[in-house]
C-alpha cells in the first residue's frame, strides 16, 4: 500500500512560523484572530468564549441550541456572535461556515466544548441517551472539524476539545459519557498526529466536578445536588469543587500562538482529585510502624 504523501510543509512553514509567533509586546494576544466554541451559551463554553474576547480575539462565535442564552453572552462582549447551531447536524456546522464569511473566511481556534452528561446503568442502558451523548460529545465533533478544516488558519490553528476526568476515571452509572470522553482523549491524540503537518495543533482540558447546568439533567434536585457537590469537595485534596474561570484560562493558553509547540496533550484540572483515585498504599517505610519494613519486599 502506498503511504499517503505527508503534505509538503517545511518545519519553517508549521507550527514555528513567523504567523504563528507570540503577539509582539502590547499587542492583544488573540488580535485578528477568529474563534469558534461550541456551547458558548452557558458554563465552561461561555467563560471560555469571555476569556478569548478579553484577550483581543476578532470574533468568538458561540453555538448551541438555545437562541436566547446566546444572546445572553453575545451581549456581554462586542466580539462575541451567537449562531443557534446544533453541533449534530450538517446544518449546524453550515452555519458557521456561513458566519466565518463575514468574518474574512478565517478560523484560528476551534473549541469543541458541547457536551451532555447522562447517567445510565450498565445493567439497565437507556440506549437513547448513549446515542445521544455519542452524537454530541463524540460525532459532533468529529463532523465540526471535518467542515471547518477548510477554513483553519494552517499553519497556526488550534483545536481545543473540552473532555474530562471521566474518559481515564470513569465512574459508575456513567459509563457511556465515559466512553464519549474517552473518545475526545482519543480523538485530541489522533487528530494532533493527523493535523499536525498542516501546523494545526490539538490539545483537550480535562475538568472533574465544575458546577454547571450540565449536572441538572439526570433527574437531581438542587439540594441533591448540592450534596454531590459537598462530597466532591470533601473529598478533594484542595478541598473545594472547580469553578468555571479555573478551567477557561487554560482553553485559551491552549490555543495561544506562545504554546505553537504544544501538541497532543489532555490537562486534567480537577484540584488533585485525580491523586484521589488509587487507593493509598498501606505500606511506607516512613509510616513508622511495623508494616513499612514490608515495603518493596
Ligand atoms: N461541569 C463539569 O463538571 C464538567 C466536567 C468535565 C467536563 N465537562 C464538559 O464541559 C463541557 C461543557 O459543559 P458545562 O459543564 O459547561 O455544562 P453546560 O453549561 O450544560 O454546557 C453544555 C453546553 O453544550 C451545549 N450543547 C449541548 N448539546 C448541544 C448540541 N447538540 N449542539 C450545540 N450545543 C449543544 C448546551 O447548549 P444548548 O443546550 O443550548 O444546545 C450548553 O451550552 C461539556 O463537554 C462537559 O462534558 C464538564
Known amino acids: 500500500m502506498t503511504p499517503p504523501t505527508r503534505e509538503a510543509k517545511t518545519m519553517s512553514e508549521t507550527a514555528a512560523s513567523p504567523g504563528t509567533a507570540p503577539a509582539p509586546d502590547g499587542a492583544a494576544e488573540f488580535a485578528g484572530r477568529n474563534v469558534v466554541v461550541t456551547g458558548g451559551g452557558t458554563g465552561i463554553g461561555r467563560a471560555a468564549a469571555l476569556e478569548f ?3 483581543g480575539a476578532a470574533a468568538v462565535i458561540i453555538t448551541g441550541r438555545r437562541k436566547e442564552r446566546l444572546a445572553e453572552v453575545a451581549a456581554e462582549h462586542a466580539a462575541i456572535v451567537a449562531v ?7 446544518d449546524g456546522a453550515q452555519a458557521v461556515i456561513e458566519e466565518l464569511r463575514s468574518h474574512g473566511e478565517r478560523l484560528d481556534v476551534l473549541v469543541h466544548n458541547a457536551g451532555i452528561y447522562r447517567q445510565t446503568p450498565v445493567a439497565d442502558p437507556n440506549m437513547a441517551y448513549a446515542r445521544e451523548m455519542l452524537e454530541t460529545n463524540v460525532l459532533g465533533p468529529v463532523l465540526l472539524t471535518a ?8 499553519p497556526g490553528g488550534s483545536i481545543v476539545f473540552v473532555s474530562s476526568v471521566a474518559g481515564h476515571n470513569p465512574e459508575p452509572y456513567a459509563s457511556m459519557y465515559a466512553v464519549t470522553k474517552a473518545g475526545a482523549h482519543s480523538l485530541t491524540l489522533t487528530m494532533a498526529k493527523e493535523l499536525a503537518n ?3 495543533r490539538v490539545n483537550a482540558v480535562a475538568p472533574s466536578a465544575v458546577r454547571t447546568e450540565v449536572y441538572d439533567a439526570n433527574g437531581l434536585t438542587t439540594e441533591q445536588i448540592d450534596g454531590l ?3 466532591f469537595a470533601a473529598a478533594n485534596p484542595l478541598g473545594r469543587t472547580g ?9 485559551a493558553r491552549f490555543a495561544s500562538p506562545e504554546s505553537s509547540w504544544i501538541t497532543g496533550q489532555i490537562l486534567v484540572i480537577d484540584g488533585g482529585a485525580d491523586l484521589t483515585a488509587a487507593a493509598d498504599s498501606p505500606y511506607s517505610p516512613y509510616r513508622g510502624d511495623s508494616r513499612g519494613s514490608d515495603w518493596g519486599s
Open 53 to 55: 474576547a478579553r484577550r
Open 84 to 90: 443557534p447551531a446544533d453541533v449534530t447536524t450538517e
Open 147 to 154: 467542515r471547518l478544516l477548510p477554513l483553519m488558519t494552517s
Open 198 to 200: 498542516r501546523g494545526i
Open 229 to 231: 457537590f459537598r462530597g
Open 243 to 251: 469553578v468555571v474561570e479555573d478551567v477557561a484560562p487554560w482553553i
